[in-house]
T-cell receptor
Framework: AQKVTQAQTEISVVEKEDVTLDCVYETRDTTYYLFWYKQPPSGELVFLIRRNSFDEQNEISGRYSWNFQKSTSSFNFTITASQVVDSAVYFCALSDGSGGYQKVTFGTGTKLQVIP | SQTIHQWPATLVQPVGSPLSLECTVEGTSNPNLYWYRQAAGRGLQLLFYSVGIGQISSEVPQNLSASRPQDRQFILSSKKLLLSDSGFYLC????????????FGPGTRLTVL
């Protein structure tokens, strides 16, 4: 069975601080995909990144960076120089590698509050 | 480009009343469609998914049902709402046959009183 653990329920940081959101996953599949979504107060889930299990290269997109480590089954998300607009709930998710029905397992989310 | 719509955006319904939430996708064909529910302060629970017209799979037994009358239309229904049906309902789509990202609609916030 697949499982995604986001141990940090809520995090508060002061604006311009760096913050890392942790994500640990469990799966028996050799092919799988990991995702991060952002849910601002408006409620819509916004897709941020997808990473497949064969690509352990870290990625940077502006102030966002992701660290994927298969050895520790982790896919952590770092926001550099946080801003108030980064305040949201962030979900890590895992899906299997099948091309048919795609079951996505979501973590319980980490609520990030950036204080001005 | 593809867009996904949901309506209504918010809904307040009495216990025992019927429900119909609609989701439509534009700009793609044969999408896989999903209904999720998010209770207040909690994660996402998959309710239904559909890989084609008339094909519905249920993940959680409950008093809700789903239908897909057209390729890009997905409807969530109930004959009699319960208090526990309150929550935020999200529709999502992904491309058929691709191990690809699920993209979410804006959601419907349902309050059952």
């Amino acid at each position: 069975a697949q499982k995604v653990t986001q141990a940090q329920t809520e995090i508060s940081v002061v604006e311009k601080e760096d913050v890392t959101l942790d994500c640990v996953y469990e799966t028996r599949d050799t092919t799988y995909y990991l995702f991060w979504y952002k849910q601002p107060p408006s409620g819509e889930l916004v897709f941020l990144i997808r990473r497949n299990s064969f690509d352990e290269q870290n990625e940077i997109s502006g102030r966002y960076s992701w660290n994927f480590q298969k050895s520790t089954s982790s896919f952590n998300f770092t926001i550099t120089a946080s801003q108030v607009v980064d305040s949201a709930v962030y979900f890590c998710a895992l899906s299997d590698g099948s091309g048919g029905y795609q079951k996505v397992t979501f973590g319980t989310g980490t609520k990030l509050q950036v204080i001005p | 480009s593809q867009t996904i719509h949901q309506w209504p955006a918010t809904l307040v319904q009495p216990v025992g009343s019927p429900l119909s939430l609609e989701c439509t996708v534009e700009g793609t064909s044969n999408p896989n469609l999903y209904w999720y529910r998010q209770a207040a302060g909690r994660g996402l629970q998959l309710l239904f998914y559909s890989v084609g017209i008339g094909q519905i799979s249920s993940e959680v037994p409950q008093n809700l049902s789903a239908s897909r009358p057209q390729d890009r239309q997905f409807i969530l229904s109930s004959k009699k709402l319960l208090l526990s049906d309150s929550g935020f309902y999200l529709c999502a789509w992904r491309r058929e046959f691709y191990t690809d990202t699920q993209y979410f609609g804006p959601g419907t916030r349902l309050t059952v009183l």
